[in-house]
């Protein structure tokens, strides 16, 4: 089989680091830590730190000889339901096509696991390391992807160990079903929009034109909300109703009339004669 890479990071902007006063490329140096002096290539060699600042040395040729050897075939474990599949464990994909003496029997594996709804976990030697890889169909193909090993997924029992033991119902519920059904569509790699490549892309064009750099736009700072009143309103449904305000003149007519029979309860007591006593 040949595989090729199906995933690439060669297509974004990539930067250089310059002098800043001569507008030169710098190249990178490796200094002794204790010395400050330079240290050829040739005098440079791999140690594994077994405590602080003592080493165990690894030649070239002791690391090439636990590099397993190569024969460029893939070897079938086992096939697994895809329904078991964790897609935590992904790691780089790769396609998969047939050379010419084998095409039958890779399109009798293709079709075989499309029916049977099964994924093949195998393994092979990339980059001189021993890989376990997940083959499914794709397409016309397959393709296959680099699996991590177990130790270097971390537990998500750490990352999740302060979430309540609770069930949601009710109308919190009704309203998230809502919500993800207004919502639905389909996937589309095409409508995923690198922001950053964009805007790096944008002020690289700018420089080479002499233009203004654009300006950067603050962020609009959300402000923390009830959930389930948020959850109405991107819903578009149970807005808050408000209570139209009286105006001012309406809301001080009352007052008014208040204050002002005080003075004439007064004026009339002022004006009333005083009694003689007899």
Same mark, same amino acid.
């Given at each position: 089989?040949a595989?090729?890479?199906?995933?690439?990071?060669?297509? @974004?902007?990539?930067?250089? !680091?310059?002098? &800043?006063?001569?507008?030169?490329?710098?190249?990178?140096?490796?200094?002794? $830590?204790?010395?400050?002096?330079?240290?050829?290539?040739?005098?440079?060699?791999?140690?594994?730190e077994?405590?602080?600042?003592?080493? #165990?040395?690894l030649? !070239?040729?002791?690391?090439?000889?636990?590099?397993?050897?190569?024969?460029? !075939?893939?070897?079938?474990?086992?096939?697994?339901?895809? $329904?078991?599949?964790?897609?935590?464990?992904?790691?780089?994909?790769?396609?998969?096509?047939?050379?010419?003496?084998? @095409?039958?029997?890779?399109?009798?594996? &293709?079709? %075989?696991?499309?029916?049977?709804? #099964?994924?093949?976990?195998?393994?092979?030697?990339? +980059?001189?390391?021993?890989?376990?890889?997940?083959?499914?169909?794709? %397409?016309?193909?397959?393709?296959?992807?680099t699996?991590?090993?177990?130790?270097?997924?971390r537990? $998500?029992?750490?990352?999740?160990?302060?979430?309540?033991?609770?069930?949601? %119902?009710?109308?919190?519920?009704?309203?998230?079903?809502?919500?993800?059904?207004? *919502?639905?569509?389909? +996937?589309?790699?095409?409508?995923?929009?690198?922001?950053?490549e /964009?805007?790096?892309?944008?002020? #690289?064009?700018?420089?080479?034109?002499g233009?203004?750099?654009p300006?950067?736009?603050?962020?609009?700072? $959300?402000?923390?909300?009830?959930?389930?009143?948020?959850?109405?309103?991107? /819903?578009?449904? %149970?807005? *808050?109703v408000?209570?139209?305000?009286?105006?001012?003149?309406?809301?001080?007519?009352?007052?008014?009339?208040?204050?002002?029979?005080?003075?004439?309860?007064?004026?009339k007591q002022?004006?009333?004669?005083? &009694?003689?006593?007899?």
């Amino acid at each position: 089989m040949a595989l090729y890479t199906a995933a690439s990071s060669s297509e @974004r902007i990539a930067f250089n !680091t310059l002098n &800043r006063k001569t507008g030169n490329r710098v190249k990178r140096e490796f200094i002794d $830590s204790e010395t400050g002096d330079p240290v050829e290539r040739e005098d440079q060699v791999k140690g594994y730190e077994v405590e602080n600042g003592q080493y #165990v040395v690894l030649e !070239t040729d002791e690391v090439a000889a636990a590099i397993p050897d190569s024969d460029k !075939t893939l070897k079938i474990d086992a096939f697994i339901p895809c $329904s078991q599949i964790d897609t935590t464990y992904f790691d780089k994909p790769y396609y998969l096509a047939p050379d010419k003496m084998g @095409r039958d029997a890779f399109l009798l594996l &293709r079709d %075989g696991m499309k029916k049977q709804g #099964v994924a093949a976990i195998a393994r092979t030697v990339l +980059f001189r390391r021993v890989r376990t890889v997940l083959i499914r169909a794709h %397409g016309k193909g397959l393709i296959a992807s680099t699996l991590n090993f177990d130790y270097e997924v971390r537990s $998500s029992e750490e990352a999740f160990d302060d979430m309540p033991d609770m069930k949601i %119902g009710g109308e919190m519920l009704e309203l998230a079903e809502h919500i993800i059904g207004t *919502k639905k569509g389909s +996937f589309d790699a095409s409508t995923f929009d690198d922001r950053y490549e /964009a805007a790096v892309a944008e002020l #690289v064009k700018a420089k080479i034109e002499g233009r203004s750099l654009p300006k950067r736009q603050a962020p609009v700072a $959300s402000r923390p909300s009830d959930l389930l009143q948020a959850l109405r309103e991107s /819903a578009g449904i %149970g807005a *808050k109703v408000t209570k139209p305000k009286r105006t001012a003149a309406n809301a001080n007519r009352g007052a008014g009339r208040q204050k002002a029979a005080k003075p004439a309860a007064k004026a009339k007591q002022a004006q009333a004669p005083p &009694r003689r006593a007899g």
